[in-house]
């Protein structure tokens, strides 16, 4: 049972800020301020910690520490997160994160830096942890846009999570049944991915991620929704679209990501993935027996060897 003294919400009332740091259980201290800036937690590894959670920055600190030890003024208890890792710096007006030599690096829009200003909607990645930057006059509007965005959106995909896959896939097995128009489904997920994890470590296996899903997202229509069912597996769902139109997809997003090259700290990784295809009928009721059916076909390209469709 959650002790009543911790926030548990999305929405929940920001802290007093009398004292200079508050502390939220799940590992992440926050700084006194309350005015234009802030950071907002949008991704920890697997849900863990204050996700939602603001980081005011308009305090009179100049500066501000982040890292795993509890002196910081913000503390990310992971550990993917160094000591010491990174430091938010204000010059000018303008807010800069500087990394700190950090083992696993700092990320500003999943590119690496050193030493970089901020600008409004910017994404930070400190290890397991991606956190928003916002700034500016309507900064409530900007806190509540990007709430709602985390309700529907995987942090560190951007594709849709499951919950909204779910409501969306509920919809339109509800159209299919009512007009009988052709819907179809796609599940696929990353070949051996335990091994890339094993191998090139988590921040690799989440760059991975990203990837293969920024390429599938390149490639999906209007009125198509892609989404991230679980760990490294993934859905698309596809409205009026035949079994055919499914897998002459699906075989285009096979070939897509077997031939991109991922790249993670200057080491090349081999990616690819199994999918399964499948479409709906009369006798599929609910959006998790269609799940099923793709499922089976999915696990089946995977028992014939991987890095190929079944439908």
């Not at 991606?130 to 594709?159: N, P, R, W």
């Not at 896939?169 to 991915?193: T, V």
């Not at 009369?282 to 793709?294: C, D, L, M, N, Q």
């Amino acid at each position: 049972m959650a002790n009543p003294k911790e926030p548990t919400d999305l929405l929940d009332a920001e802290p007093n800020w009398q004292a200079r740091t508050q502390v939220i259980r799940g590992g992440i201290e926050r700084p006194v301020g309350g005015g234009s800036d802030c950071l907002v937690v949008i991704y920890t590894r697997e849900g863990r910690g204050p996700l939602g959670k603001r980081v005011p920055l308009d305090g009179p600190l100049l500066e501000l520490t982040i890292g795993r030890d509890v002196g910081n003024a913000v503390v990310l208890d992971y550990d993917s997160v160094s000591r010491h890792h990174a430091r938010l710096a204000r010059r000018e007006n303008v807010w800069w994160l500087i990394d700190n030599n950090s083992t696993n690096g700092t990320y500003v829009n999943d590119h690496a830096t050193k030493e970089t200003p901020l600008r409004n909607g910017d994404r930070i990645k400190i290890g397991d942890v991606i956190l928003k930057y916002l700034s500016g006059e309507d900064l409530e509007a900007e806190f509540m846009s990007t709430i709602s965005q985390m309700m529907v959106t995987d942090g560190l995909t951007q594709a849709h999570n499951k919950r909204h896959l779910l409501e969306q896939l509920d919809n339109e097995l509800n159209r299919s049944a009512r007009h009988g128009r052709p819907l179809g489904l796609i599940m696929f997920d990353i070949d051996h991915f335990k091994t890339v994890n094993d191998t090139y470590g988590h921040l690799a296996g989440d760059h991975v991620l990203r990837d293969v899903a920024g390429l599938v997202r390149g490639r999906i229509r209007r009125g198509e929704v892609f989404g991230r069912y679980g760990g490294e597996e993934f859905a698309l769902l596809l409205p009026e679209t035949n079994a055919q139109g499914g897998v002459t997809l699906a075989q285009e997003l096979r070939a897509l990501v077997a031939n991109h090259d991922f790249v993670f700290d200057n080491q090349h990784i081999t990616v690819t993935i199994s999918l399964g295809v499948a479409q709906w009928s009369p006798g599929i009721r609910t959006a998790e027996e269609f799940i099923r059916v793709a499922d089976a076909k999915l696990y089946q390209a995977k028992r014939d060897g991987r890095n190929r469709v079944a439908a």
